[in-house]
């Protein structure tokens, strides 16, 4: 996932947790926007979307079960998550949730011969993660927060302290939280569509959309994360503009 949050880190020392709304607002203007490139997704355009549906139409071409088909075209995702972390040279942990889910879920098919099964092993990983976001709402500090984490302050500790000290503050709280629930809400959706795909269409056409439709809810959430928290950094921008001329 490409950074989806609306500030980057200063290569200097942080401010120090104790800074007032003013402070922060003079700081976040300081700072760039960030930089965001669909081509770092391409990898998992062609890996994750593309693959699993040529491997499933040539192979049941050829007379493959569609069963199996399917159990072909899900090794792709699973390779993709393993071309991450060697590229990282560490394991994430959604990394290995993936790759938890996938396998048993892979097993799972397999074991019960089901080709729906097979068509919805996906769906209990987006559901799953979608009530992780909800139930994180109601904890210390929501999931998506510590995602943007991540993906903005890696392991460097300074960073890391810059990104947790601004939990002090509501606006970024609420900002937070408001993301969680909005992916909550999303990759809900999507386990519930691709159970009713699997029900209504045939096994060669949920392959095809399923894939198509995960790749655009992930990029429509980034957009939207992104450019809603742009617009909580240019609003506190402004606000401190306004403040300042009265």
Same mark, same amino acid.
């Given at each position: 996932?490409?950074?989806?949050?609306?500030?980057?880190?200063?290569?200097?020392?942080?401010?120090?947790?104790?800074?007032?709304?003013?402070?922060?607002?003079?700081?976040?203007?300081?700072?760039?926007?960030?930089?965001? +490139?669909?081509?770092?997704?391409?990898?998992?355009?062609?890996?994750?979307?593309?693959?699993?549906?040529?491997?499933?139409?040539?192979?049941?071409?050829?007379?493959? +079960?569609?069963?199996?088909?399917?159990?072909?075209?899900?090794?792709?995702?699973?390779?993709?998550?393993?071309?991450?972390?060697?590229?990282?040279?560490?394991? !994430?942990?959604?990394?290995?949730?993936?790759?938890?889910?996938?396998?048993?879920?892979?097993?799972?098919?397999?074991?019960?011969?089901?080709?729906?099964?097979?068509? /919805?092993?996906?769906?209990?990983?987006?559901?799953?993660?979608?009530?992780?976001?909800?139930?994180?709402?109601?904890?210390?500090?929501?999931?998506?927060?510590?995602?943007?984490?991540?993906?903005?302050?890696?392991?460097?500790?300074?960073?890391?302290?810059? %990104?947790?000290?601004? %939990?002090?503050?509501?606006?970024? =709280?609420?900002?937070? =939280?408001?993301?969680?629930?909005? %992916?909550?809400?999303?990759?809900?959706? !999507?386990?519930?569509?691709?159970?009713?795909?699997?029900?209504?269409?045939?096994?060669? !056409?949920?392959?095809? /959309?399923?894939?198509?439709?995960?790749?655009?809810?992930?990029?429509?959430? /980034? /957009?939207?994360? *992104? *450019?809603?928290?742009?617009?909580? *950094?240019?609003?506190?921008?402004?606000?401190?503009?306004? +403040?300042?001329?009265?």
């Amino acid at each position: 996932m490409a950074d989806p949050v609306a500030v980057n880190n200063p290569d200097t020392s942080p401010e120090q947790p104790d800074l007032s709304e003013r402070k922060l607002a003079e700081y976040l203007a300081e700072q760039p926007a960030g930089d965001f +490139s669909f081509t770092q997704l391409i990898p998992t355009l062609v890996v994750d979307v593309a693959m699993p549906i040529i491997a499933f139409n040539v192979l049941t071409h050829y007379g493959v +079960s569609t069963l199996l088909a399917l159990v072909a075209g899900g090794l792709f995702p699973a390779l993709n998550n393993l071309r991450v972390w060697i590229a990282a040279r560490r394991l !994430e942990p959604l990394g290995i949730i993936v790759m938890t889910f996938l396998a048993v879920g892979t097993a799972a098919s397999l074991i019960s011969g089901s080709v729906f099964f097979a068509l /919805i092993k996906e769906s209990f990983l987006t559901a799953t993660f979608g009530v992780i976001c909800f139930a994180s709402l109601f904890t210390q500090r929501p999931l998506m927060f510590y995602i943007n984490r991540q993906f903005v302050a890696g392991d460097d500790p300074a960073k890391l302290e810059w %990104w947790n000290g601004l %939990w002090q503050y509501p606006g970024f =709280r609420a900002g937070q =939280r408001t993301v969680t629930a909005v %992916w909550g809400v999303a990759y809900l959706a !999507e386990a519930v569509l691709r159970v009713v795909f699997a029900l209504a269409l045939s096994p060669a !056409e949920v392959v095809s /959309i399923s894939p198509i439709m995960a790749f655009g809810v992930t990029i429509a959430l /980034i /957009i939207w994360t *992104r *450019r809603y928290l742009l617009g909580l *950094r240019e609003r506190r921008i402004r606000e401190l503009q306004l +403040s300042q001329t009265t």
